[in-house]
């Protein structure tokens, strides 16, 4: 049985503040990769600190345990066992400490006691042992003669107080902290049975190693009238931030990381796609410059646009931005895709992954908002439009509410994977009117002679306010009126789905 479990922690602070008790406080706690944590990496050898400020009196001879929870290792900390030999010049108590005995340099534990006349002794180590439900623990003695007096302060280091390693500190002598953590404070008096206080704090805690975030967003408004440009301009940009704190401990060694957009970007060629912009906030250029590629994908939603860091990776606390900038050439007859909402996704590359010897990749980000690109237009899409059957026509009836005149631009796909326009239907739309749209219309807009093309997927692109048109589908056989499908409306990035009335 394990007798400190995460779980329990919050009722045992509770518990133990709600009371008299001793406050544990650590005024530089380690820092852990929450991601390297998940991971499996090994943070290492650390040294742990903390301070200690006790409420009540202790007489000499009260016995003092400190007990960690199951993600501390403390290693062999037997060269601690026994004496404590202290230095009243320095204030300082050590034991398991080379010659000079005193040198809290060569420490395996230290006591610094400040200004307090108290001083421990007889330290005594339990060792972790899953098997046997115990976990590591350091006892000691306050010292015969002066007592630890209510308020009264002392420091524990575990491991070197400078390089860590410098003998008898080797790998096993150090703490090995496997995730976040508190330590356990209780005494008792010197019967070793009255208690005189408890306490808890926190020693090591996760934090995330990662951020991102899309501070500019795509966001180009595509002209009406032809596809191919933006109302404001031939340009567009999106614009990103990612951080990565090496510095933690058990943190992921990143060497590549790839940020994509994913979108329908069906027409976006890398000649139209630049990273104008990298920075690092170290002031180090990149040793190799990052490229904005495409990504394969047979579909629109397959599509991507990647920012690769790969070579402008650096150690460190770092930050980098990036820019990618889309500029559609001038001459170019493709019409500028409608994105949808682009969502951006963060993948990287790390090197000390526990598990494995290779790197490993994990998707640290995903579905982060990156903007889209939109027509400055209404759209209604007709998904399921029947020409060329015998016995079966379809019809759409479509109302401008608006006084002007609409313009409407009309693209499709048929069941065969063809696809046509944009081109103009030939019809606008009176204002304040019903107006009939007939299969043969849409046939002859979109340059349909083939009979062997039954079903069409239409979408009309209309030169008006969404609240101003709508539509009504519906197909007519034999049989009877049925209906056809739902229209859709993309009003400000969403689709609404408004069902025809029949």
Aim: aromatic fraction near 8%; hydrophobic fraction near 40%; proline fraction near 3%.
């Amino acid at each position: 049985m394990k007798f400190y479990k995460k779980a329990l922690l919050a009722t045992a602070i509770a518990t133990s503040f709600g009371a008299s008790a001793a406050s544990i406080s650590t005024s530089n706690v380690l820092k852990l990769s929450k991601e390297g944590i998940a991971a499996g990496v090994d943070a290492g050898n650390q040294q742990l600190s903390f301070d200690v400020i006790v409420d009540k009196n202790h007489p000499a001879a009260s016995r003092i345990t400190l007990t960690f929870d199951d993600a501390v290792r403390l290693g062999d900390l037997s060269a601690c066992t026994g004496d404590v030999v202290t230095d009243p010049a320095s204030g300082n108590g050590v034991c398991g400490a080379a010659a000079p005995a005193t040198s809290v340099d060569d420490a395996v534990v230290t006591f610094d006691y400040g200004t307090g006349s108290f001083t421990f002794d007889n330290v005594s180590v339990t060792k972790y042992d899953e098997k046997k439900g115990t976990v590591d623990s350091i006892s000691f003695d306050v010292n015969l003669g002066n007592p630890l007096i209510a308020d009264s302060a002392f420091r524990v280091i575990i491991g070197s107080n400078d390089d860590k390693t410098t003998p008898p500190l080797t790998g096993s002598s150090l703490a090995v902290v496997l995730g976040e953590t508190y330590v356990n404070y209780s005494s008792v008096q010197a019967d070793l049975e009255t208690p005189i206080e408890t306490g808890m704090g926190k020693i090591a805690e996760e934090t995330t190693q990662f951020g991102f975030e899309v501070s500019t967003k795509f966001d180009g408004i595509i002209d009406r009238d032809d596809l191919t440009t933006f109302v404001d301009g031939s340009t567009d940009k999106s614009v990103w931030t990612f951080t990565n704190d090496e510095t933690l401990g058990a943190a992921l060694l990143v060497t590549d990381a790839d940020i994509v957009y994913s979108g329908n970007f069906k027409t976006v060629v890398n000649s139209e796609l630049t990273a104008s912009t990298l920075k690092v906030n170290t002031g180090t250029p990149a040793s190799a410059p990052a490229t904005v590629v495409m990504s394969t994908g047979t579909t629109p939603v397959a599509v991507g646009v990647k920012h690769d860091l790969f070579g402008a990776l650096v150690a460190g606390k770092t930050a980098y931005t990036g820019t990618i900038d889309f500029t559609r050439v001038a001459a170019s007859t493709d019409a500028i895709p409608v994105t949808t909402p682009t969502e951006v996704s963060v993948t990287i590359d790390a090197s000390n992954y526990k598990v494995k010897a290779a790197d490993f990749q994990d998707v640290i980000f995903s579905e982060v908002a990156g903007g889209e690109w939109k027509i400055d237009a209404t759209i209604i899409n007709v998904p399921y439009y029947v020409v060329n059957h015998a016995d079966t026509q379809s019809n759409i009836h479509m109302a401008n509410e608006a006084d002007e005149v609409a313009d409407v631009i009309i693209s499709a796909i048929d069941d065969m994977g063809n696809e046509y326009g944009p081109v103009d239907l030939g019809i606008d739309l009176a204002g304040n009117t019903v107006t009939k749209v007939k299969p043969k219309q849409i046939k002859e807009a979109l340059g349909i002679d083939d009979t062997t093309v039954l079903k069409l997927s239409v979408t009309f692109n209309i030169d008006a306010y969404a609240q101003d048109v709508a539509a009504y589908a519906f197909s007519q056989n034999s049989q009877g009126r049925s209906e056809v499908s739902n229209s859709q409306y993309k009003v400000d990035g969403k689709i609404v789905k408004t069902k025809s009335a029949l």
